[in-house]
């Protein structure tokens, strides 16, 4: 998978991606991150990507043209998947669209800034906007740094354990049940003694009664085959 990341702000991402799993799975070759620098398809003298708006009103606004030459630059050298705007009024990313958006090959992701971005670039350029919350983040870098983790930990090799993507929070629809490591008993605090009898079996079996326990504590809407608002697939 490759992911190439617009932003006006390309250093905030810098050690993100420079870091850990998502560093590991770019040196394995599993993934590509490349963050670009709007501004250098910017033709103003001063590197410019953003104007007044028309009709006036408070905000700077990203300008049409230097996506424009970023996106058909990019797409002139390979074909995309999609081409995704991180966006607070997009759909909300959810597991299900991790997993979707996992299986993609190409995928150019754009951070808006400023009070918006040039409506025609949402309507001619953009094949899909994604949300990572009902809250407005002061740029999209926050949120492409984030879909790209939730897409990379998926791919196959990308973690340790060939399992454990597969064992995260959401992946049955249910959170994850409690962890414990060494000591066993910490002055007094025990670690139940089922993980200690190496009884497989019972070790699943009491794993999952925990976690239907926990998601009907905490997350009881994901029972009800509610809280799926951000798991929306293929539009
Ligand atoms: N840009 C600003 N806020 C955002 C959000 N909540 N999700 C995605 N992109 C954003």
Redo the contacts with the bound molecule.
């Keep these: 998978m490759r992911i190439d990341i617009l932003s006006a702000v390309p250093r905030l991402l810098d050690s993100w991606f420079g870091e850990s799993i998502l560093q590991r799975a770019q040196t394995k070759g599993l993934a590509e991150v490349h963050v670009h620098d709007l501004r250098q398809w910017s033709t103003d003298k001063h590197r410019r990507v953003d104007d007044y708006p028309y009709g006036g009103g408070a905000g700077m606004v990203m300008t049409l043209e230097p996506v424009h030459r970023a996106i058909t630059e990019l797409k002139g050298q390979r074909s995309y998947d999609e081409v995704i705007y991180?966006?607070?009024d997009?759909e909300l990313l959810g597991q299900e669209l991790a997993n979707t958006l996992s299986t993609r090959t190409n995928l150019i992701l754009l951070c808006?800034h400023y009070k918006g971005i040039d409506e025609r670039i949402r309507q001619h350029l953009v094949t899909r906007e994604?949300?990572?919350?009902n809250?407005?983040?002061s740029?999209?870098e926050l949120?492409a740094a984030v879909v790209s983790d939730a897409l990379i930990r998926l791919i196959p090799g990308v973690l340790g354990d060939a399992t454990s993507a597969l064992s995260d929070s959401f992946q049955d629809g249910l959170v994850a049940p409690p962890a414990y490591t060494r000591p066993a008993d910490y002055q007094g605090w025990q670690v139940p003694e089922v993980l200690l009898s190496g009884h497989e079996g019972k070790i699943d079996a009491w794993r999952h009664e925990q976690a239907l326990e926990r998601t009907r504590q905490r997350r009881p809407e994901l029972l009800q085959g509610g809280g799926n608002e951000g798991d929306a697939t293929d539009r």
């Design positions: 991180m966006s607070p997009g808006g994604v949300s990572i919350g809250y407005v983040l740029g999209g949120a």
